[in-house]
């Protein structure tokens, strides 16, 4: 892989504070796009090799997203990845990405803890 675009929607009426950073499957990442539009619930967020790194295979964390909840109540919502989520690799053309699927969380206290669970 040589770089990763996530082009994310979220509900922003329950979730706040949003921040997307990079995880560790790329060493030195270059941060080439980062746009969180709170009206409209939406993460353009792309990164991608450093200077003089080479293409980076296997699996591991991309970008990390770290978020608040508006709301105590527990309730259920998701991130779904939109259609400009891809990733570029070499020797591929168009995006190597097979396949996303939807985020879904329990955000809230539930039991006087905060929950974020995946599915």
Known sequence: MTAVQLELQYDPNILTDIEVVP?????????????????????????????????????????????????????????????????????ISGSALKRTDVGQFLVGIVNSTSSATTK
């Open 23 to 91: 995880g560790p499957f790329f060493a030195n990442p270059q941060i080439l796009l980062d746009q969180i539009d709170i009206k409209a619930g939406r993460i353009s967020y792309a990164l991608g090799l450093g200077q003089n790194e080479k293409a980076t295979t296997g699996s591991g964390t991309v970008a990390n997203i770290t978020f608040s909840v508006k709301s105590k109540l527990p309730e259920k919502t998701a991130m779904i990845f939109l259609p400009k989520t891809l990733v570029t690799a070499d020797g």
